[in-house]
């Protein structure tokens, strides 16, 4: 969904006809969006025996989705809001090498979304945030399974777990602490030294003298998100989901409390219940209605380049270099690296001093993994709030057949099964 037209109309356009093959049904749900969120959202949904129509003005996962990082971290979920970016904001905002990059603008949004997010950086929200947030990704991982076994979807899925690497002995000392409140709600994690690390993954090995401890999470997965947006279509298509795509999403039509249809250039498509999940512009299309929402995109960057030359030189675990901000994943024959964190509005070009900085992290930090023939680069706006704590549900003063599915920022991938879940089980009374 991009920038359309935007706001509350009191009449519909020329109605949409959707002929649903299934007439018993429990009711006609319209899932606003595309991505892995609402794609995942529209499966749930048929499972429980809805009708679901998607709309989006673009093609399935080529938003936020496509070419995120594609970790699958149920069990490493620490929220960028935490204690620990107080004493980093210095660099962070300071230094041109730095990972967070905060442009300032002329848009109160993008102040309120800062000085709350700066709000958030206590220990107390962080710890309740990473339970919230762990609760979630456990039902996200059932979830996801439950689809993977049945659907078998070819999506370079892989359990080969995750490293989060630690420069520095204050850094893995907070990490720890982190794993100890995990571990509590069930996580399987362990400190390791660096060697262990080399041991767990030999391509670390060059990087070896550069990471002071590590986590390692054993249970952690990872998968192509743009082939599994593509599969899930395949599925829902042949399960009777309606796909509305290429169709740009004007305005929201409401009649008394509810949402009665949504305008769109094809006319309005009316539905029982609707769902939104069009991440960082979910909140334009329902500041019309007098609600403002606290997500805000966060631009992150990626390459994906193809794995050469011995097979040690490129990893097979997942690998996060907290120094850097940058994660590593093998999907199939290639390897997925993302980073950086930009507030800068929603601009989606592709900066490249970005994708050169992603470059020369990856031959950093694995040497010899690829000839780098081509970078496949990409830019998404990743739909953050200030927590990180999606917003998943009805909300007050909003129409009570709108269901909210956004916010999931940089675990949309994680979470999408898990909020799907539960945006079927709210429907479900």
Known sequence: MGRGRFGTVQ?????????FHNREIAMQVCVLGAGIVGLASAYQLSLAGHAVTVIDRALPGSGASGGNGAQLSYSYVQPLADPGIWRQL???LLSPSSPLKVRPRMDPH???????????????????TTLQLLQLAGESRQAFDAMMTAEKLDCDFSSTGKLVLYPDAPSFAGAQ?????????GSQQQALSAQRCVDIEPALIHYQPKIAGAIHTPGECAADCQKVCDGLVGVLRARGVRFLLGTAID????????VAAVA?????VEADAFVLALGAVSGALVRPLGLTLPVYPLKGYSITVDVSGP??????????????KVVFARIGSRLRVAGMAELNG????????QIASLKASTEHVFPGCSTFGELHPWAGLRPATPTALPIIGRQARAPANLIFNVGHGALGFTLAFGSAGRVADLLAG
């Open 110 to 128: 993008q102040w309120r979304w800062g000085l709350s997010f700066l709000a958030a950086c206590n220990p107390a929200t962080s710890r309740s």
């Open 346 to 353: 929603y601009d989606t070009r592709i900066a490249e001093r």
């Open 264 to 268: 769109t250039t094809l006319g309005a």
């Open 311 to 324: 097979a040690r030189n490129a990893p097979v675990v997942s690998v996060t270099d907290s120094a850097r």
């Open 11 to 19: 009449h519909p356009a020329t109605k949409v006809d959707l002929p």
């Open 90 to 92: 210095p660099k962070l």
């Open 177 to 185: 602490r982190q794993v100890q409140l995990q571990q509590a709600m």
């Open 251 to 258: 305005s929201l039509v409401v009649r008394g409390s509810k």
